[in-house]
């Protein structure tokens, strides 16, 4: 199966510009970028992405909170979500991990490779 559609929730709109140029210049996807878990959560089922890329820290609404909306539901429960997060110590990731995060990826990320990453995620999470 093909990774072509990724949802991206980040609440910095600087980083938000160089995942949409790293993702859809770089690697062609599709992208949905969303500014926060309000706004994903009421695009995710329209959009219907293959992947979600998620940041840890936002205001309102963060990461694993959007997570676990996410998983509540249907249809949505099953797509990959990655964790991105610029605080990562072993005990967090595993965290993320144990919450339903297939990856962790590190801030800052080379934009340069960030779609091969996540293309090397869903293909490995696929193929479970």
Do not use: W
């Amino acid at each position: 199966m093909t990774l072509n559609r990724i949802m991206h929730v980040e609440d910095d709109e600087s980083i938000r510009l160089v995942v949409e140029m790293s993702l859809v210049d770089v690697a062609g996807f599709e992208l949905l970028s969303c500014d926060g878990g309000e706004s994903a959560l009421q695009q995710v089922v329209s959009f219907a992405p293959q992947l979600i890329l998620l940041d840890v820290m936002m205001p309102k609404m963060d990461g694993l909170q959007t997570l676990a909306a996410l998983r509540e539901i249907p249809h949505v429960a099953d797509i990959p979500v990655v964790m991105m997060t610029a605080k990562i110590q072993d005990a967090e990731k595993q965290h993320y991990l144990q919450c339903g995060a297939v990856a962790v990826l590190n801030k800052p990320f080379d934009p340069m490779t960030l779609g091969k990453q996540l293309l090397a995620i869903y293909q490995q999470h696929t193929s479970r």
